[in-house]
């Protein structure tokens, strides 16, 4: 259904530090999540993905982490920037990888 | 340069017209798909289409109208049926399911 009238988690980190963003998938079946990066007034970026075969899986800077048992994702972005400063979404494909589903976003601010 | 172009990136309507938001993409991508965004939310789904000429309702169908008469192109109408058509739309396409999604950088509509 709608969510119409939720707002976005914000994250708040001071530069230089980790950063964990964290995101609860709904459908067991997902077997592809993908993270993105989201500017203000662009299109999301990708950032890393990951498949469920793999609990772990390393980038430039960024980690996700998946745990099926619970259903949860997370971002972790290593001595963070401000121009990490943005809304941070993860993605599941539902519908036997038909539909490729947000989840609600987490905006992360660097103080510097 | 490969990529998806949306138009136009502000679009202004009265109340009651029906409007036509562009998407082209050039990266020879099977799949192509429509997204709203409201503001400080997250992506919710409209429409998606996995191949020339078929298209699926995503969550959020009522009131919009799409079509897929090429690969390249998905263009989304806004319809005087949609209530509050007023927000910030996302075209993406994927070469197939459970692949990395590539988004427009939006095309942000106000009805006055």
């Known amino acids: ?57 390393q980038g430039q800077r960024v980690t996700v982490l998946l745990n099926k048992t619970v259903k949860h994702l997370s971002l972790q972005i290593a001595a963070t920037q401000p121009g990490d400063s943005a809304v941070y979404f ?3 494909w539902a519908e036997y990888g038909n539909k490729l589903v947000f989840g609600a976003g987490t905006i992360l601010r660097v103080k510097s | 340069d490969g990529g998806i172009t949306q138009s136009p990136k502000y679009l202004f309507r009265k109340e009651g017209q029906n409007v036509t938001l562009s998407c082209e993409q050039n990266l020879n991508h099977d799949a192509m798909y429509w997204y709203r965004q409201d503001p400080g939310q997250g992506l919710r789904l409209i429409y998606y289409s996995q191949i ?26 806004v319809t005087s049926a949609q209530k509050n058509p007023t927000a910030f739309y996302l075209c993406a396409s ?9 988004f427009g950088q939006g095309t942000r509509l106000t009805v006055v």
């Open chain 1, 1 to 57: 259904g709608e969510s119409v009238g939720l707002h976005l988690p914000t994250l708040s980190v001071q530069e230089g530090d980790n950063s964990i963003i964290n995101c609860a998938y709904s459908n067991s079946a997902s077997d592809y999540f993908i993270w993105y990066k989201q500017e203000s007034g662009k299109g999301p970026q990708f950032i890393i993905d990951i498949r469920s075969n793999m609990d772990k899986r």
């Open chain 2, 52 to 77: 020339v000429n078929d298209f699926q309702k995503g969550d959020i169908a009522e009131g919009y109208s799409v079509s897929r008469e090429k690969k390249e192109s998905f263009p989304l109408t």
């Open chain 1, 90 to 92: 993860c993605a599941e």
């Open chain 2, 94 to 102: 994927s070469p197939g399911r459970v692949t990395e999604a590539f």
